[in-house]
């Protein structure tokens, strides 16, 4: 099956500029998952879309990031404007729960400079 | 959500088996514990999953004290390709998992 697809893989983008991350996540997943990871760090859940509909977005800066999954397939992420500490991978991930074994995979990520 | 503490890094050579162990010991009685791999530039991907005993697949083994309070992941036979960082998450399945820094596992030829 085909994985989780991103792009683009990589952005460079001036501070206060805008920036948008798309992502399509596996046919049949409902559930979709942003993550940022700074280096050196493991991922850190933003936002975790369950069809078109928000789970969880409590670690989502809200002032700047937004999110949307409309029709519950495609999602994209956008931050506005952007600071230097957003520099980092973007990554979407979508989930299954088959067999008894609940699995999350992840795309290849967006790596975002903010200069 | 229960606190995962596993080592910074590791270091083995090619050949051998690679444990990892990761405390858990405040895991509750739904949590799963689930190991992933990254690899530099990837997304990190899903090796094994387990709720206790043991758990054996194609890629890993997975081991469970009957207390439940940490786990074990065994790689059988490393080679080069097995350098990645090493994530235990703990949590029930569907809810919000967190990555900690994970396990920097570093084979040596």
């Known amino acids: 099956e085909a994985g989780v697809a991103q792009s683009p893989r990589y952005k460079i983008i001036e501070k206060r500029q805008s920036v948008a991350f798309w992502c399509n996540p596996i046919s049949g997943h409902a559930t979709l998952y942003w993550y940022q990871q700074i280096l050196g760090q493991g991922p850190k859940l933003l936002i975790q879309?369950?069809?078109?509909?928000?789970?969880?977005d409590s670690q989502l800066p809200k002032d700047r990031f937004s999110a949307e999954r409309l029709k519950g397939v495609d999602s994209t992420l956008k931050i506005q404007p952007a600071k230097l500490e957003d520099s980092a991978v973007y990554l979407c991930?979508?989930?299954?729960?088959?067999?008894?074994?609940?699995?999350?995979?992840f795309g290849p990520g967006t790596r975002l400079t903010v200069t | 959500l229960a606190k995962t503490t596993q080592p910074i890094s590791m270091d083995s050579y090619e050949g051998q088996e690679v444990n990892i162990t990761c405390s858990h010991n405040n895991i509750a009685t739904n949590d799963y514990i689930t190991w992933y791999q990254q690899f530099p530039s990837q997304g990190p991907r899903f090796i094994i999953q387990g709720y206790k005993t043991k758990v054996t697949n194609e890629v890993a083994s997975l081991f469970i004290p009957a207390d439940r309070k940490s786990s074990t992941l065994s790689l059988p036979r490393v080679s080069l390709s097995d350098t990645a960082v090493y994530y235990c998450l703990v949590g029930d399945l569907g809810d919000k998992i967190i990555f900690g820094k994970g396990t920097r596992l570093h084979i040596l030829p």
């Open positions: 879309f369950q069809n078109n509909g928000v789970v969880d």
């Open positions: 991930a979508s989930s299954s729960l088959s067999g008894g074994v609940y699995e999350q995979y």
